[in-house]
């Protein structure tokens, strides 16, 4: 069945670093939706891709949609304390099925 | 607005004793709606999703089931709890299918521990 990977896991930066995660489906999607969590929270929408190639920006962060809608990445620039959450990513299948699929998550860690 | 609904917030129930966990949606009709659990530290699984109204898909065998009794509303049960069904459970509901599906909004989820 459909599975979407998610890399790294975990990852600790120090504040003003860079961070960046990567998701990978086994299958083509029709879109891909990006969330974040805060500790003790629910998930949060931050974004959708759909066109392949597509790269969209939310002030420090970078969103890209691979070419074959098969991957997806993250990227923040210069971290802040206020990024700290675990960020998953989520694909919705190819075919008409509403089925949602999320990434295990990376949690992000940032040291003041 | 649209507004989702999950209750209750926590949850401690014996092992071997039943479950139903209430989700229901607001300002929105026909929605797809979900229930993913969460184990701590850990990712989202998908349980169940519905598409419409008496249409429960369900992904990952257990002692779990889910009923769409009403367009906006959605039930998880479990006739009798394993200690493995712990978790924070999170209903979830989005419209349209295919690329012109939209971002799934969250409830609040149920900490649900069984003992």
């Known amino acids: 069945g459909q599975q979407v990977m998610q890399i790294p896991q975990y990852q600790h930066v120090q504040e003003g670093e860079d961070f960046t995660t990567y998701c990978n489906s086994s299958?083509?999607?029709?879109?891909i939706q990006w969330y974040k969590q805060r500790p003790g929270g629910h998930p949060v929408f931050l974004i959708q891709?759909?066109?392949?190639?597509e790269v969209k920006k939310q002030k420090r962060l970078t969103f890209q949609f691979g070419e074959a809608k098969k991957n997806s990445s993250l990227h923040i620039t210069a971290t802040q304390t206020t990024d700290v959450g675990t960020y998953f990513c989520?694909?919705?299948?190819?075919?008409?099925?509403?089925?949602?699929?999320f990434g295990q998550g990376t949690t992000l860690q940032v040291k003041p | 607005s649209q507004t989702i609904h999950q209750w209750p917030a926590t949850l401690v129930q014996p092992v071997g004793s039943p479950l139903s966990l209430e989700c229901t949606v607001e300002?929105?009709?026909?929605?797809?709606l979900y229930w993913y659990r969460q184990a701590a530290g850990r990712g989202l699984q998908l349980l169940f999703y519905?598409?419409?109204?008496?249409?429960i898909s369900s992904e990952v065998p257990q002692n779990l089931s889910a009923s769409r009794p009403q367009d906006r509303q959605f039930i998880l049960s479990s006739k009798k709890l394993l200690l493995s069904d712990s978790g924070f459970y999170l209903c979830?509901?989005?419209?349209?299918?295919?690329?012109?599906?939209?971002?799934?909004?969250f409830g609040q989820g149920t900490r649900l521990t069984v003992v």
């Open positions: 979830a509901w989005s419209k349209g299918l295919g690329p012109m599906g939209t971002e799934a909004f």
């Open positions: 300002g929105t009709s026909n929605p797809n």
């Open positions: 989520a694909g919705l299948g190819s075919s008409n099925t509403g089925k949602l699929i």
């Open positions: 299958t083509t999607l029709s879109n």
């Open positions: 519905s598409v419409g109204i008496g249409q």
């Open positions: 891709l759909v066109k392949s190639g």
